[in-house]
């Protein structure tokens, strides 16, 4: 054998998987705990509801108020301070004022509900018989008037809610309580008392606004009489009447005035062009002045010179006929020298006007500059008395205004002050409640049945997860990772007694007709052992465990009887501290055994004690020696196992538990194999994975686990209908009691 040679199931593969979610290990665990789970969640499910039941019912009434963001006015008092309603926050606030405590402690006050032992915390109804607290530090001093008051106040202001419904003016007050009568009161006294704080409010408001009209009117009453006398003194020390008449008269004045000058002007104007015409002239001879067209345009001068010429065409006529000094000539040319006599100084006459004119227009336009000079300066001065006189009216006009807007508004506001109407109205008043919203029996008992089943199925993978004992072959495979080679059905106790068997007697079950289940496990183990042998030898087999009572001298014996059906087989019972295998076979108690064959060689064959029932030759442990384990690592023992080898097909070693002595770990070494023995439901994991480490250490060659005393019928009714079932049931792998 090649005591080098590794397990190539432990330690290396075990390692270097890779751990992933096995699902159906979390469905075997439920299945496992599933009379836990369903007996947990039953209990949980009856307390809930007995707590249900016990529990007292809570009524719930609503009643439903409309709040108009725009109240119905009658007088618009905002107005006096500024005030609008207008605002997105109105509603919010609104909802707020429904919210508030004083709200609260006005229904309670109204519906007296300190009489009440369920708003009441210190109503006498509630007093507690027997008090912990009243026990150790005495009793407390009774609660004051205020304290009785303030805690009812909170108790029924936690029973009030205010749901406020989305996109509208309509909220909702909803009021809990014991009595579903009291419930549907305080609801609509809720809603009425919102309706009166508002009322209030506005009839306060308006109070004060009466109030500060009152005020303000008297103040304007004086400053308008200031403002009248005022106007009528400046009116009578400046004489004014009807300034609108003056103003017109002036005006008029002004604009005649005005005309006369431009008249005057033009005239002076044409009167100086003529005069510095005049004045043009070198002198002023009737033939000067007949060239000078103003003159000779004047009707006067136009008829002399008319008569001028018919003395000059008479003179002319004459001197025709008659010579100079005929008495005829003499007066016609004395006829034509009067005539232009009369036109010289008619024109020289003329001219004088002419001067006098233009001098009349001078005097006449300056005159009328200056009266139009007075008059301007009249009209400015009207102006300046007109503007004072306006500003004295219209301060009379604006106080008068004032006063006037202000007295009719308080007369208004007098009469009116008791038809305020309320912002709000109960649009649905609360109806009697059937049917209590709390406690909600059918959701406590349907939660409480989930939450006890989810709870039961944590606790059952708590549960599984804490447990570190291997209980089935998925653990081994799982937990360990080294091969199983069988699984051994656990023997109960009434197939014994059914079957006429002693426990003792297990070791000789394989040969036992009535166990056919327990026969095929053990030839099950004979099979994956000579299996395990083909590629290398495995003639000596030892078969250890953890701990005592795991089964493993059981399990050697009958292995032993099974091999011995084919092949000559030893059963050697090398654990010298507790030796069980002389007994249980019904040998002599001071038979000779291992310690004997190992100690004096010569004895070997007085050692081998053949069981002719059994087929087999066993070697019992012989009496205790004070040290086994330097007895087993001897020379003798070595030399005494190739011995054994060289008779023997099949040795089958019995040794010691590992977790308390190196027994088993020394022989291990002098092996082919090594099977570790696990008790179902019991051995613990770390315990096995310490033991396989050491021997994994030593080199010794790990055939597998058998996992001994497995309760079949349980195991396959947790794997439900999978491999595990169908693989208990096809290898016989159930009790007898089921078989039979």
Known sequence: MNMNERTPGF??????????????????????HLTKIIALSAVATLIAVLVVMSMTPIYRATTTLLIEAEEAKILSIEEVYGLGGQSSEYLQTQFEILKSRELAKRVALKLNLIKTPEFNPYHPANKKSFSIKEYIFGESEPPTDADILAATVDTF????????????????????SRDPELARVASDAMATAYIQSQLEARVGLTQQAAAWLSERLGGLKERLEDSEHKLQNYREANDIIDVAGVDTLVSKQLDEITERLVDASSKRLEAETVYRQLNSLTDRSYNSLSSFPVILSNPLVVRLRENETNAELKVSELSKRYGAKHPKMIAAQSDLDA??????????????GIEKEYSSAKIKEAALEKALADKIKDVRNLNRTEFALNEYTREVSANRTMYETFFNRIRETTETGDLQTANARISDPAVLPKIPVKPNKKLVVALALVVSLMFGVGLAFLLDALDATLKNAEDIDRKLGVPLLGMLPMIEESVLEKLGLEEGRLVRAFSDDSLHGFSESVRTLRTSLTLAGLEHSSKVVL????????????????LAEAYGQMEKTLLIDADMRRPTMA????LPHNS??????????DTLEECIHHMEELNIDVIPSGPIPPNPLELLSSRNFEQLLDTLRGRYQRIIIDSAPMRLVSDALYLSTLVDGVVYVVKADATKDKWVKGSLTKLDESNARIFGVLLNQLDVNKEARYSGYGYYA?????YGYTSNDKQS
């Open 592 to 601: 000779k055994g291992l310690s004997n064959a190992v100690a004096y060689p």
């Open 583 to 586: 007994k249980k076979l019904g």
């Open 11 to 32: 330690g290396s593969s075990a390692s270097q998987s890779v751990e992933v979610i096995d699902l159906m290990h979390y469905w075997h665990v439920f299945r496992r």
């Open 157 to 176: 202001w936690q029973a009030v809610s205010i749901d406020p419904l989305r996109k509208t003016q309509l909220v909702k007050i909803s009021v809990e």
């Open 339 to 352: 005539v232009r006599d009369s036109v010289a100084t008619q024109m020289k006459r003329i001219a004088t």
């Open 543 to 558: 078969l250890t465990s953890s701990v005592p009572g795991e089964g493993k001298t059981t399990t050697s014996a009958n």
């Open 726 to 730: 169908g693989y208990y049931d096809a």
